[in-house]
């Protein structure tokens, strides 16, 4: 199996911009994750899914942040407008059976 | 006070001693735990996971799990410089719940 497939794999982008992060998880896989990883707050969990819909995503952290799992191989992470402040490493993570494996990630750095 | 607390280090182990990497939780109702590997500029990877108190044993790594105490920790055997990462602890709370909490991180120096 590929593993979680992440894209893009780093991302630049002004303030303002609309910013979306895609996900394709695990084959087979019924739990899909988004994370956000900063030095300062670590390891966070903005949302997830389960069987393409949203369970929790007290972990988002405004308006600005939205995510959607359109089908099962298949979810996004969009920020709009970005800001300065959401530059971060953000993970997506799939699951089956409780164990999570993570894709590479995608480096977002808003200037 | 943070869900999970792990001492950020950095702990400096010599090569072919015992790493210790320890965490504590607040929430009694934890049911389950675990220990993700991350190396610098890669994505966490899960090494062990932990239910029962005692321990388990998975060749060089040892997780140990003490409810009563809220602690849970990872013992590293013979380590070796491919060891030298950030190790993370991250808890899942009651049956059938997916949400992992993750601790800051223990970032683990292994010197030839």
């Known amino acids: 199996d590929a593993g979680v497939i992440q894209s893009p794999r780093h991302e630049v982008t002004e303030m303002g911009q609309e910013v979306t992060l895609r996900c394709k998880p695990i084959?087979?896989?019924?739990?899909l994750f988004w994370y956000r990883q900063t030095m300062m707050r670590g390891l966070e969990l903005l949302i997830y899914?389960?069987?393409?819909?949203?369970?929790?995503d007290s972990g988002m952290p405004e308006d600005r942040f939205s995510a959607k799992m359109p089908n099962a191989s298949f979810s996004t992470l969009k920020i709009q407008p970005s800001e300065p402040r959401d530059s971060a490493v953000y993970f997506c993570?799939?699951?089956?059976?409780?164990?999570?494996?993570f894709g590479a990630g995608t480096r977002l750095s808003v200037l | 006070q943070k869900e999970v607390e792990q001492n950020s280090g950095p702990l400096s182990v010599p090569e072919g001693a015992i790493a210790s990497l320890n965490c504590t939780y607040s929430?009694?109702?934890?049911?389950?735990f675990f220990w993700y590997r991350q190396y610098s500029g890669k994505s966490p990877e899960l090494i062990m996971s932990?239910?029962?108190?005692g321990d388990k044993e998975d060749g060089r790594f040892t997780a140990q799990l003490n409810k009563a105490s809220q602690y849970v920790s990872l013992l590293i055997r013979d380590s070796q410089p491919s060891d030298s990462a950030t190790y993370l602890c991250?808890?899942?709370?009651?049956?059938?719940?997916?949400?992992?909490?993750f601790g800051q991180g223990t970032r683990l120096t292994i010197n030839p």
């Open positions: 993570a799939s699951s089956r059976k409780n164990i999570q494996y």
């Open positions: 084959s087979g896989h019924d739990y």
């Open positions: 899914f389960n069987n393409n819909v949203p369970i929790d």
């Open positions: 929430d009694r109702g934890s049911q389950s």
């Open positions: 932990i239910y029962s108190n």
């Open positions: 991250a808890e899942r709370r009651g049956r059938g719940a997916q949400k992992l909490v």
